[in-house]
């Protein structure tokens, strides 16, 4: 029972932009609406098609159960995807022009997580984290 | 020891035999015996030439008389009335009628003949040499080697001496005759006046005068004898004889004891003599017959044919391969007979076959074949194996039920017994069914019984060729049905096995220590990496390898059901595992490959191995990403193995991460930060896991693999086609004669580059496009990915294109008149008609592609046939030269005689096989660094450390462990304590890289942000306290514990990490070093010119450093001043001319020419270096300078008639002399190379040839800086090779010697100088078997006293097995002179 660590509204900008290298999984590549974060994500494909252009709504939670007002709640079936795994490093890059840009990795059992954007919107990152990644189409 | 009491004889009182305890044989002395001492010695004079008598029984005074001991068991010793077994034999001799010379000492008898006076039989020195020279010899500090080289000074200079200064007798010279056994003493080129006289004489007879030479004189056995035996014995020692010269004449022979030269009965009747026997036979007939002559002549001239003979049998008896024997006696069958020398030479012989090697008990050997369900530590032993080999297990209260369960199934039902042993020494076999129930009934406590293998036994497990001591490993035994020794497929590389047809041996120690110091030592646990460089060497292949990568790929996942199966792969179905949450949970519950190795490293929460670290892989994108920063985790390929707390983050494993040779693999992690047994069990856990999953999974090969696509095809053609242009089009250039040279190349050279370039470049090419284009799921392409087998290039050839096919580093040779093949036109140059085949293994080769692969192929059969014995000889020699180097306690080198070779080893005293870091570094410290920040994680913001505080940090940690006042007032490397030097050298590369990384923290907190922020980022890249407590912890303490050990046997390691290396290079490796067509000579051939110390190398090369590095021109002309410039170079021409009143050769120099090479020549430097050209011998008025280009040379002699042939000669050599440069520099070659940091260029100057001192004195060039390849040139006194002639000159003892090359010449040298030689090398050791003082030898264990009493009483309790309370005394080792003669006291009660 926690907060969310981080959620937004993604749109798919390409799919697999150095090529396709495996049969299951693709590598997308999203921009999010809200924070204008970056997001380079592997997701598996053959089970949860996604193409160019769809839009993502993406949640980082530490918990399935989150505690709101009304006690907890579960976001399990709320979700179309989900995956769990570790964040993993969290890196300040000195040599981009905003000094404040943080990029965040995490690895779900693999597959990889890259989420770059400006630093106020990753406070609540921290490495070694264990995270629910969750996903849903959302309609436009 | 006693002897056993000789039955018949009973003494009516025991003899006293002094008890003294164990000794041990200190020293050696080699010696000569006399014909009194061989007499003495022996107990019978053989002179009958038969062997039985009509009875068939031994003759008396024959060859096998029963007084040199019993022949077989059914005789005893009429000598000493002893048993078969216990008469160790005695001597018999031969008298000779005559004297013979021995041909071991004939050239030693030649050598002081050449001292001595042919008459008087003194020196040929004068008394004041004499005398200086005797106290040289006399010297106490001299040893054996010097004294050899001053008797060899001795020698020389009395050979130069033919006056003798007593008697003034003209001496002639003596030598060695050339086709018989004989020395001559010539005295032709002496002016004497009795020489005169005996010529004069001579011309009266009537004889014809050819058959006497007068001059020479043959010196005979008997002649030399009388000379030797009046030589003084001042004059011996001079020539470092150690003993009495006439000892060096044969008039006794020895006749060695019937058990060294045992016969064989044949059947019953037929018996076969040795060949020694055999030997002494024809010597006593030769004897015999000369006997006769003797007796029968009165003359002395006739028994001179006797005597030959004899002398020859007498020679072929030492040595059967002498030179020297009369023709009519080469013919005979006894040639085939050994003499005492063949005895003893070669790898067959006496001290390599069998002394310094030993046939063993306890051994197996079979075919072996792979089971990765075994530990990495364990070895299958088939059964039939297990009931043959046997452990002496003593009896005890723990195991008596095993062993009488083992006793009564006897020795041909497993587990069984073969023998067992009582207390009071009498031993029972356990064939007989009938007693074995009652032994196992009656077994005692202290009893031994001799019982089969069984699970957990210790046993050495080895595969020939023994390279290096990997070879040899300790394993666990394991008791298998079927008929092959097994083993883990991870510890094929140490053995260098495979599985088509290997057969490997087995051993069994015998005591329990022997055990103990075979697993500590030779554990394949405690050998996982190479004592090389610290690799590791015991790790994943092939299929492992194969499947982890598959296993682990990105798009790889389980449902629940199948990831339990296969995480109970890992273990055998007992062990715990904990499931974690599964990476995709909705729409389906999903486990990714990944996580099962997240399970494989670390099965349930209470195993606590975190392992941290980070590879890439082969297939990581070097590329960059949109930020131009490497890919890292990102990698699309998924190249890059990220480990994280034991759980694998990202990468997919392969060779670089599983396999050997690397030092940041997962294997190598573990065993750095968790210790062997970690290591040991996650590869276990890997070989299971991996072989059950490829068995379901399935993996093989097919034609459709190797099928190229149809745009692979089109591609491939197009790039052929391509290429194929370009070679055309340098051919045509090369044929209009427009081709631009390289440097240093003419024409043919130029296009021969040019054209392999473009062709080398085509294979690569394809072979690119070709992995492009395969399906992932292609087992080669998945096969060379990952590592396990082959390379982009092998597929390439199977599917795109075989490519270039060289003989000896160049295309296709002409093997036909101007062509390669009689296929193709004259001088094509065409890639096709020079080995280039375009066609791919799947396709087929056309008839000359083949025939040119063939050539290729030959050529690398031919090379690995030679490598091996070229390379298994140097190991020899390397091994020979090193092997008593060891550690001794105080951190020095030293050899066997406890001389230092090195104050500190390797400079550091680190231990190599520890070192994680590369280059030899000890400590890996960015995965360290990544490790603690990794299981130390911050809690909270608060315990993030500023730069100061770090600083601070740093100075407690190190002030903790003492080394805190190398800081700041830094100490220097070259410090008088090597250690703290050392640990120097240490603490500033971990200040520096704390330094480094923790700097960035400094400039976060300069922008204005909410505190939030500004704490957020100082959380993610600062460090806490205890991260870098942990770091500096873990670094400080590993350090310190990789230093070596005392006792280490670091010559043999030595000579292991150089040997084995060179067996797997391929021999004729030729590598361009950074310029084009400068060759420098690497692998096999270059190790053996640096081992050989050879003179001339084949590529000398010399770097000269510029004074001004960045500079072209100026390089340019340093060059010029260097390189060797003949005056054929320069000369415009070289003219004859003549005129009615002179005629002279004019020499026209080329300005432009000299100019553009920035020379600084004119006609004076050339008349200057006419000059001093010696063998043209001009002088100054013959050479006129006509004007600054231009000379005249005017021969020397004038004669008319013969001033045409003076003129034609200058002008065919004037060309060659050397006007400018040195002359030892064949060719300079600019080298351009772009410094890393400036991106400027840096020139420096190759120099092709000798000349270092030269070149280093040229203006320009940064004598400080430049280096030679050439050791000879480098090194200033003497470079000793490890070679036959290097190691004779290493102080080596005479046993070490006569094991190592030309066994009896150093035999008989040592005997010939009375040499007396310590016993403590290795090699010395073992022949005397006794225990090296290497490695665990080097402690001596004392007793103390008191405590036998203790071991007495509790004996009678407890039957005597327990373990003796022992003192131990590390003997610190100041070059004492007396270190060298230990002291055992080892009590006696330890023997019983």
Same mark, same amino acid.
Not at chain 2, 378 to 404: C, D, F, G, Q
Not at chain 2, 441 to 465: A, K
Not at chain 2, 633 to 658: A, H, W
Not at chain 2, 1203 to 1229: C, D, M, W
């Given at each position: 029972?926690?907060?969310?660590?981080?959620?937004?509204?993604?749109?798919?900008?390409?799919?697999?932009?150095?090529?396709?290298?495996?049969?299951?999984?693709?590598?997308?590549?999203?921009?999010?609406?809200?924070?204008?974060?970056?997001?380079?994500?592997?997701?598996?494909?053959?089970?949860?098609?996604?193409?160019?252009?769809?839009?993502?709504?993406?949640?980082?939670?530490?918990?399935?159960?989150?505690?709101?007002?009304?006690?907890?709640?579960?976001?399990?079936?709320?979700?179309?995807?989900?995956?769990?795994?570790?964040?993993?490093?969290?890196?300040?890059?000195?040599?981009?022009?905003?000094?404040?840009?943080?990029?965040?990795?995490?690895?779900?059992?693999?597959?990889?997580?890259?989420?770059?954007?400006?630093?106020?919107?990753?406070?609540?990152?921290?490495?070694?984290?264990?995270?629910?990644?969750?996903?849903?189409?959302?309609?436009? | 020891?006693?002897?056993?009491?000789?039955?018949?004889?009973?003494?009516?009182?025991?003899?006293?035999?002094?008890?003294?305890?164990?000794?041990?044989?200190? =020293?050696?002395?080699?010696?000569?015996?006399?014909?009194?001492?061989?007499?003495?010695?022996?107990?019978?004079?053989?002179?009958?030439?038969?062997?039985?008598?009509?009875?068939?029984?031994?003759?008396?005074?024959?060859?096998?008389?029963?007084?040199?001991?019993?022949?077989?068991?059914?005789?005893?010793?009429?000598?000493?009335?002893?048993?078969?077994?216990?008469?160790?034999?005695?001597?018999?001799?031969?008298?000779?009628?005559?004297?013979?010379?021995?041909?071991?000492?004939?050239?030693?008898?030649?050598?002081?003949?050449?001292?001595?006076?042919?008459?008087?039989?003194?020196?040929?020195?004068?008394?004041?040499?004499?005398? %200086?020279?005797?106290?040289?010899?006399?010297?106490?500090?001299?040893?054996?080697?010097?004294?050899?080289?001053? /008797?060899?000074?001795?020698?020389?200079?009395?050979?130069?001496?033919?006056?003798?200064?007593?008697?003034?007798?003209?001496?002639?010279?003596?030598?060695?005759?050339?086709?018989?056994?004989?020395?001559?003493?010539?005295?032709?080129?002496?002016?004497?006046?009795?020489?005169?006289?005996?010529?004069?004489?001579?011309?009266?007879?009537?004889?014809?005068?050819?058959?006497?030479?007068?001059?020479?004189?043959?010196?005979?056995?008997?002649?030399?004898?009388?000379?030797?035996?009046?030589?003084?014995?001042?004059?011996?020692?001079?020539?470092?004889?150690?003993?009495?010269?006439?000892?060096?004449?044969?008039?006794?022979?020895?006749?060695?004891?019937?058990?060294?030269?045992?016969?064989?009965?044949?059947?019953?009747?037929?018996?076969?003599?040795?060949?020694?026997?055999?030997?002494?036979?024809?010597?006593?007939?030769?004897?015999?017959?000369?006997?006769?002559?003797?007796?029968?002549?009165?003359?002395?001239?006739?028994?001179?044919?006797?005597?030959?003979?004899?002398? /020859?049998?007498?020679?072929?008896?030492?040595?059967?391969?002498?030179?020297?024997?009369?023709?009519?006696?080469?013919?005979?069958?006894?040639?085939?007979?050994?003499?005492?020398?063949?005895?003893?030479?070669?790898?067959?012989?006496?001290?390599?076959?069998?002394?310094?090697?030993?046939?063993?008990?306890?051994?197996?050997?079979?075919?072996? =074949?792979?089971?990765?369900?075994?530990?990495?530590?364990?070895?299958?032993?088939?059964?039939?194996?297990?009931?043959?080999?046997?452990?002496?297990?003593?009896?005890?209260?723990?195991?008596?039920?095993?062993?009488?369960?083992?006793?009564?199934?006897?020795?041909?039902?497993?587990?069984?017994?073969?023998?067992?042993?009582?207390?009071?020494?009498?031993?029972?076999?356990?064939?007989?069914?009938?007693?074995?129930?009652?032994?196992?009934?009656?077994?005692?406590?202290?009893?031994?019984?001799?019982?089969?293998?069984?699970?957990?036994?210790?046993?050495?497990?080895?595969?020939?060729?023994?390279?290096?001591?990997?070879?040899?490993?300790?394993?666990?035994?394991?008791?298998?049905?079927?008929?092959?020794?097994?083993?883990?497929?991870?510890?094929?590389?140490?053995?260098?096995?495979?599985?088509?047809?290997? %057969?490997?041996?087995?051993?069994?120690?015998?005591?329990?220590?022997?055990?103990?110091?075979?697993?500590?030592?030779?554990?394949?646990?405690?050998?996982?990496?190479?004592?090389?460089?610290?690799?590791?060497?015991?790790?994943?292949?092939?299929?492992?390898?194969?499947?982890?990568?598959?296993?682990?790929?990105?798009?790889?996942?389980?449902?629940?059901?199948?990831?339990?199966?296969?995480?109970?792969?890992?273990?055998?179905?007992?062990?715990?595992?904990?499931?974690?949450?599964? /990476?995709?949970?909705?729409?389906?519950?999903?486990?990714?490959?990944?996580?099962?190795?997240?399970?494989?490293?670390?099965?349930?929460?209470?195993?606590?191995?975190?392992?941290?670290?980070?590879?890439?892989?082969?297939?990581?994108?070097?590329?960059?990403?949109?930020?131009?920063?490497?890919?890292?985790?990102?990698?699309?390929?998924? #190249?890059?193995?990220?480990?994280?707390?034991?759980?694998?983050?990202?990468?997919?494993?392969?060779?670089?991460?599983?396999?050997?040779?690397?030092?940041?693999?997962?294997?190598?992690?573990?065993?750095?930060?968790?210790?062997?047994?970690?290591?040991?069990?996650?590869?276990?856990?890997?070989?299971?896991?991996?072989?059950?999953?490829?068995?379901?999974?399935?993996?093989?090969?097919?034609?459709?693999?190797?099928?190229?696509?149809?745009?692979?095809?089109?591609?491939?053609?197009?790039?052929?086609?391509?290429?194929?242009?370009?070679?055309?089009?340098?051919?045509?250039?090369?044929?209009?004669?427009?081709?631009?040279?390289?440097?240093?190349?003419?024409?043919?050279?130029?296009?021969?580059?040019?054209?392999?370039?473009?062709?080398?470049?085509?294979?690569? %090419? /394809?072979?690119?496009?070709?992995?492009?284009?395969?399906?992932?799921?292609?087992?080669?392409?998945?096969?060379?990915?990952?590592?396990?087998?082959?390379?982009?290039?092998?597929?390439?050839?199977?599917?795109?294109?075989?490519?270039?096919?060289?003989?000896?580093?160049?295309?296709?040779?002409?093997?036909?008149?101007?062509?390669?093949?009689?296929?193709?036109?004259?001088?094509?140059?065409?890639?096709?008609?020079?080995?280039?085949?375009?066609?791919?293994?799947?396709?087929?080769?056309?008839?000359?592609?083949?025939?040119?692969?063939?050539?290729?192929?030959?050529?690398?059969?031919?090379?690995?046939?030679?490598?091996?014995?070229?390379?298994?000889?140097? =190991?020899?020699?390397?091994?020979?030269?090193?092997?008593?180097?060891?550690?001794?306690?105080?951190?020095?080198?030293?050899?066997?005689?406890?001389?230092?070779?090195?104050?500190?080893?390797?400079?550091?005293?680190?231990?190599?096989?520890?070192?994680?870091?590369?280059?030899?570094?000890?400590?890996?410290?960015?995965?360290?660094?990544?490790?603690?920040?990794?299981?130390?994680?911050?809690?909270?913001?608060? #315990?993030?450390?500023?730069?100061?505080?770090?600083?601070?940090?740093?100075?407690?940690?190190?002030?903790?462990?003492?080394?805190?006042?190398?800081?700041?007032?830094?100490?220097?490397?070259?410090?008088?304590?090597?250690?703290?030097?050392?640990?120097?050298?240490?603490?500033?590369?971990?200040?520096?890289?704390?330094?480094?990384?923790?700097?960035?923290?400094?400039?976060? =907190?300069?922008?204005?942000?909410?505190?939030?922020?500004?704490?957020?980022?100082?959380?993610?890249?600062?460090?806490?306290?205890?991260?870098?407590?942990?770091?500096?912890?873990?670094?400080?303490?590993?350090?310190?514990?990789?230093?070596?050990?005392?006792?280490?046997?670091?010559?043999?390691?030595?000579?292991?990490?150089?040997?084995?290396?060179?067996?797997?290079?391929?021999?004729?490796?030729?590598?361009?070093?950074?310029?084009?067509?400068?060759?420098?000579? !690497?692998?096999?051939?270059?190790?053996?010119?640096?081992?050989?110390?050879?003179?001339?190398?084949?590529?000398?090369?010399?770097?000269?450093?510029?004074?001004?590095?960045?500079?072209?021109?100026?390089?340019?002309?340093?060059?010029?001043?260097?390189?060797?410039?003949?005056?054929?170079?320069?000369?415009?021409?070289?003219?004859?001319?003549?005129?009615?009143?002179?005629?002279?050769?004019?020499?026209? !120099?080329?300005?432009?020419?000299?100019?553009?090479?920035?020379?600084?020549?004119?006609?004076?430097?050339?008349?200057? +270096?006419?000059?001093?050209?010696?063998?043209?011998?001009?002088?100054?008025?013959?050479?006129?300078?006509?004007?600054?280009?231009?000379?005249?040379?005017?021969?020397?002699?004038?004669?008319?008639?013969?001033?045409?042939?003076?003129?034609?000669?200058?002008?065919?050599?004037?060309?060659?002399?050397?006007?400018?440069?040195?002359?030892?520099?064949?060719?300079?070659?600019?080298?351009?190379?772009?410094?890393?940091?400036?991106?400027?260029?840096?020139?420096?100057?190759?120099?092709?040839?000798?000349?270092?001192?030269?070149?280093?004195?040229?203006?320009?060039?940064?004598?400080?800086?430049?280096?030679?390849?050439?050791?000879?040139?480098?090194?200033?006194?003497?470079?000793?090779?490890?070679?036959?002639?290097?190691?004779?000159?290493?102080?080596?003892?005479?046993?070490?010697?006569?094991?190592?090359?030309?066994? +009896?010449?150093?035999?008989?040298?040592?005997?010939?100088?009375?040499?007396?030689?310590?016993?403590?090398?290795?090699?010395?050791?073992?022949?005397? #078997?006794?225990?090296?003082?290497?490695?665990?030898?080097?402690?001596?264990?004392?007793?103390?006293?008191?405590?036998?009493?203790?071991?007495?009483?509790?004996?009678?309790?407890?039957?005597?097995?327990?373990?003796?309370?022992?003192?131990?005394?590390?003997?610190?080792?100041?070059?004492?002179?007396?270190?060298?003669?230990?002291?055992?006291?080892? +009590?006696?009660?330890?023997?019983?």
């Amino acid at each position: 029972m926690s907060e969310v660590v981080f959620d937004d509204i993604f749109k798919v900008r390409d799919i697999n932009p150095d090529g396709q290298k495996y049969d299951k999984v693709s590598r997308i590549v999203a921009r999010s609406e809200k924070c204008d974060m970056y997001m380079v994500l592997d997701v598996n494909t053959e089970i949860y098609p996604i193409s160019k252009d769809d839009t993502l709504f993406m949640l980082l939670s530490p918990s399935l159960v989150l505690s709101t007002k009304d006690g907890p709640v579960s976001i399990q079936d709320k979700f179309e995807y989900i995956m769990h795994g570790r964040l993993y490093n969290i890196v300040n890059d000195n040599g981009s022009k905003t000094e404040l840009e943080v990029e965040a990795y995490a690895s779900f059992g693999g597959l990889q997580l890259m989420l770059r954007g400006h630093a106020s919107h990753c406070l609540k990152f921290a490495v070694d984290q264990k995270l629910f990644l969750l996903i849903r189409k959302v309609e436009t | 020891m006693n002897r056993a009491k000789p039955e018949g004889i009973t003494f009516t009182k025991e003899p006293y035999i002094e008890d003294s305890g164990p000794r041990r044989i200190e =020293s050696m002395k080699f010696s000569t015996l006399s014909e009194s001492e061989i007499g003495k010695m022996a107990e019978v004079q053989v002179w009958k030439g038969q062997y039985y008598d009509q009875f068939k029984k031994p003759i008396p005074s024959g060859l096998l008389d029963p007084r040199m001991g019993p022949a077989n068991k059914n005789v005893t010793c009429t000598t000493c009335h002893a048993q078969f077994k216990d008469c160790p034999g005695h001597y018999g001799y031969v008298k000779l009628s005559l004297p013979v010379f021995n041909v071991g000492y004939l050239a030693a008898i030649v050598e002081i003949l050449k001292c001595i006076c042919k008459r008087c039989g003194r020196i040929l020195l004068n008394e004041d040499t004499h005398k %200086e020279r005797l106290k040289k010899m006399r010297s106490p500090r001299i040893d054996a080697d010097m004294k050899i080289a001053l /008797a060899k000074k001795v020698i020389e200079k009395c050979n130069k001496t033919t006056k003798c200064l007593r008697c003034g007798y003209i001496n002639g010279t003596v030598k060695k005759a050339v086709s018989a056994i004989r020395i001559v003493h010539d005295r032709s080129k002496c002016n004497d006046s009795s020489v005169e006289e005996y010529r004069s004489a001579l011309s009266h007879t009537r004889e014809p005068k050819a058959t006497i030479n007068s001059d020479t004189q043959i010196l005979d056995p008997f002649q030399v004898l009388s000379l030797l035996k009046r030589m003084h014995e001042e004059d011996c020692e001079l020539i470092y004889l150690a003993e009495r010269p006439e000892k060096l004449i044969i008039t006794n022979i020895a006749v060695p004891p019937i058990a060294i030269r045992p016969s064989v009965i044949m059947d019953g009747s037929q018996s076969n003599e040795n060949d020694i026997t055999e030997r002494l036979k024809l010597i006593i007939q030769a004897n015999a017959v000369l006997r006769q002559e003797l007796d029968e002549s009165s003359g002395s001239f006739k028994s001179l044919d006797g005597w030959e003979m004899l002398q /020859a049998e007498v020679a072929r008896f030492i040595n059967s391969d002498v030179r020297g024997v009369p023709f009519n006696m080469q013919m005979q069958k006894s040639n085939t007979l050994a003499g005492l020398m063949q005895r003893l030479k070669g790898k067959q012989g006496r001290f390599r076959g069998n002394l310094s090697g030993k046939r063993v008990e306890f051994t197996g050997r079979t075919v072996i =074949s792979p089971d990765p369900n075994l530990r990495i530590t364990e070895v299958a032993i088939p059964i039939h194996m297990a009931t043959i080999l046997s452990y002496p297990e003593r009896v005890s209260r723990h195991n008596i039920e095993k062993l009488r369960q083992c006793v009564r199934n006897g020795p041909d039902k497993y587990p069984g017994a073969r023998m067992l042993r009582h207390a009071d020494g009498s031993s029972w076999s356990l064939h007989h069914s009938a007693r074995r129930k009652r032994f196992a009934d009656e077994l005692r406590y202290g009893d031994i019984v001799d019982r089969h293998l069984e699970d957990g036994d210790i046993v050495l497990f080895n595969r020939q060729p023994s390279l290096h001591r990997m070879s040899i490993m300790c394993h666990r035994a394991r008791i298998m049905p079927w008929r092959t020794l097994r083993f883990n497929e991870s510890v094929c590389n140490p053995y260098n096995a495979d599985f088509d047809g290997d %057969e490997m041996n087995l051993h069994v120690p015998q005591t329990e220590e022997a055990r103990t110091e075979a697993i500590l030592l030779m554990g394949v646990q405690n050998n996982l990496c190479t004592p090389k460089n610290g690799e590791i060497l015991v790790a994943s292949t092939q299929d492992f390898l194969t499947s982890s990568f598959l296993i682990t790929r990105k798009d790889n996942f389980y449902d629940r059901s199948t990831f339990s199966l296969i995480c109970s792969y890992m273990g055998d179905g007992m062990d715990v595992v904990d499931l974690p949450t599964p /990476a995709i949970i909705k729409p389906v519950e999903l486990w990714s490959g990944k996580q099962l190795f997240s399970i494989l490293l670390r099965p349930h929460a209470n195993v606590r191995v975190y392992v941290n670290l980070t590879v890439k892989e082969k297939i990581y994108n070097t590329k960059r990403d949109d930020r131009k920063r490497e890919w890292k985790t990102m990698c699309p390929n998924d #190249g890059f193995v990220y480990f994280r707390n034991s759980e694998l983050i990202s990468g997919q494993l392969g060779k670089v991460t599983l396999g050997n040779g690397n030092k940041d693999g997962l294997f190598s992690v573990l065993l750095r930060d968790y210790k062997a047994h970690a290591a040991a069990s996650c590869m276990n856990r890997l070989a299971k896991f991996s072989a059950r999953w490829i068995g379901n999974h399935g993996f093989s090969i097919g034609i459709d693999d190797v099928q190229p696509k149809v745009e692979l095809v089109n591609k491939k053609d197009k790039t052929i086609s391509d290429g194929y242009g370009k070679c055309y089009g340098f051919i045509e250039a090369f044929n209009k004669g427009k081709l631009s040279l390289k440097p240093g190349c003419d024409a043919a050279q130029t296009l021969e580059h040019e054209v392999t370039g473009v062709l080398n470049g085509l294979r690569d %090419e /394809a072979g690119k496009i070709c992995m492009q284009t395969l399906h992932w799921r292609n087992s080669p392409l998945i096969m060379s990915q990952c590592g396990s087998k082959g390379s982009p290039i092998n597929i390439s050839q199977m599917v795109a294109c075989v490519g270039q096919q060289s003989v000896g580093g160049q295309r296709a040779p002409n093997g036909f008149m101007d062509r390669s093949l009689p296929h193709f036109p004259r001088n094509t140059k065409t890639p096709g008609a020079k080995g280039f085949v375009a066609n791919s293994f799947y396709t087929g080769l056309s008839a000359t592609e083949f025939f040119f692969h063939t050539m290729g192929g030959r050529e690398g059969l031919v090379d690995t046939a030679v490598k091996t014995a070229d390379t298994g000889y140097m =190991s020899r020699r390397l091994m020979k030269s090193l092997e008593d180097l060891f550690l001794h306690y105080d951190c020095t080198v030293r050899s066997a005689s406890n001389s230092i070779v090195q104050f500190c080893y390797g400079d550091d005293g680190m231990d190599p096989a520890g070192m994680e870091g590369k280059d030899g570094k000890p400590l890996n410290f960015e995965r360290l660094f990544l490790k603690s920040k990794a299981i130390c994680p911050s809690d909270g913001d608060d #315990g993030i450390l500023s730069s100061s505080d770090v600083y601070k940090v740093v100075q407690e940690k190190l002030s903790e462990v003492g080394m805190s006042k190398l800081l700041g007032n830094g100490v220097s490397e070259d410090d008088e304590m090597s250690e703290v030097a050392s640990s120097a050298g240490f603490i500033n590369s971990l200040q520096s890289f704390i330094k480094d990384k923790t700097e960035f923290t400094k400039d976060t =907190s300069t922008k204005d942000t909410s505190v939030d922020l500004r704490k957020f980022i100082k959380r993610i890249s600062g460090i806490t306290r205890r991260q870098l407590e942990v770091f500096l912890d873990v670094c400080l303490s590993r350090y310190s514990s990789k230093k070596v050990e005392s006792g280490t046997p670091i010559g043999a390691i030595g000579a292991h990490s150089i040997g084995e290396p060179g067996t797997q290079m391929t021999l004729k490796t030729f590598h361009f070093a950074g310029v084009a067509s400068m060759n420098v000579t !690497l692998g096999v051939p270059r190790i053996k010119e640096i081992i050989n110390a050879a003179k001339n190398i084949s590529t000398p090369i010399i770097t000269a450093i510029l004074d001004k590095d960045d500079n072209a021109h100026t390089a340019r002309i340093v060059k010029g001043r260097i390189e060797k410039t003949n005056l054929g170079q320069v000369a415009k021409s070289i003219k004859v001319v003549m005129t009615s009143r002179s005629a002279s050769v004019v020499i026209t !120099l080329d300005m432009e020419r000299i100019q553009d090479a920035h020379l600084n020549i004119d006609a004076n430097i050339v008349k200057e +270096s006419i000059l001093q050209t010696k063998k043209i011998k001009l002088k100054q008025e013959h050479i006129k300078v006509l004007d600054i280009k231009k000379l005249e040379v005017v021969p020397q002699d004038a004669d008319r008639s013969k001033i045409h042939f003076q003129l034609n000669y200058l002008k065919n050599l004037l060309p060659s002399v050397v006007v400018k440069g040195i002359k030892t520099a064949e060719r300079v070659v600019i080298s351009k190379e772009v410094d890393e940091e400036t991106k400027a260029d840096k020139f420096s100057l190759l120099v092709e040839g000798t000349g270092l001192r030269d070149v280093m004195g040229i203006e320009g060039v940064d004598g400080r800086r430049t280096v030679s390849n050439h050791i000879d040139e480098v090194e200033k006194g003497k470079v000793l090779g490890i070679t036959r002639f290097g190691i004779q000159q290493m102080g080596k003892s005479v046993l070490m010697l006569a094991s190592f090359e030309r066994t +009896s010449d150093h035999l008989f040298n040592a005997s010939l100088h009375g040499r007396d030689d310590m016993v403590e090398g290795v090699s010395e050791c073992i022949i005397m #078997g006794i225990p090296i003082r290497i490695g665990t030898g080097i402690i001596k264990i004392k007793q103390r006293t008191e405590c036998i009493k203790c071991y007495e009483q509790v004996e009678k309790f407890n039957h005597g097995w327990l373990c003796v309370p022992l003192l131990i005394f590390p003997e610190i080792c100041r070059p004492l002179p007396d270190s060298t003669s230990p002291q055992m006291h080892a +009590s006696d009660s330890l023997d019983v």
